[in-house]
């Protein structure tokens, strides 16, 4: 697929901070939308229906995507909690919607990864997508696991998934970490046209803003057509870090799990 007007897709976690901005983007580009989130969201236009459907709830999702022409899966627990609800939620709901996609015979799922799959390398590492999984939480581990799924159904059973490895979603950077991990606004929905259209059957990149310090690599974006065009370096000179810090930051210190553990 090399454009999305006219087409139809299917967005999971609709009601999020980067499902409202990503569908309204969408809109404008003539893409019909089916939006759905356990949350109520309003419809952004004419193009976008909005209904509510769990993620847990298998035939549920085959009936809401099929005639789809394929799925942006921003759906699931989007921070660390425990890992019991991460597994349920962001894992096995991630598996319920790779197999009603197959079920249904829609052809690509976009999947919602995340940064922190990564985090516990140093800021003095070059990271990309070929390099092993280092999550910084049980977060990370269920986007590693959820990444699995995504080769398994396109390896196996012929269905184009491309992950995105978000960055910090923010209108600015507001810290010394995101000066190399900032996602804007528009990079994010740059990049996630890039993997609605692109030609590559599966692919894994970053979706991070073209920071001047920037710690992820960009040419796994560039090769499926993911050009940003924002700098955090346009609000300030980046802070120093030091090269050990871990990239995760607070997300990597072992609190920020344990705290979030059945008591």
Known sequence: MTTIEGSRWVITGAAGTIGAALRSALADRGVDLVSTDLRSAAPVGPRDTVTIVDLSDLEALVDLIAGADGVVHLGGIADEADFHDLAEVNIVGTYHVLEAARRAGVPRVVFASSNRLTGMYSAGDDVSPDLPPRPDGFYGVSKV?????????ADKFGLSTISLRIGSYEERPGSPREQRTWLSPADAVRAFVAAMTTEQHTAVFYAVSDNHDRWWD?????SVGYEPRDDAARWGTPAHVDAEMLQGGVYATPEYSTD???R
Do not use: F
């Open 145 to 153: 696991a959820a990444e699995a799924l995504c080769r398994l159904y």
């Open 218 to 222: 960009l040419q796994a974006g560039r």
């Open 260 to 262: 979030r553990m059945r």
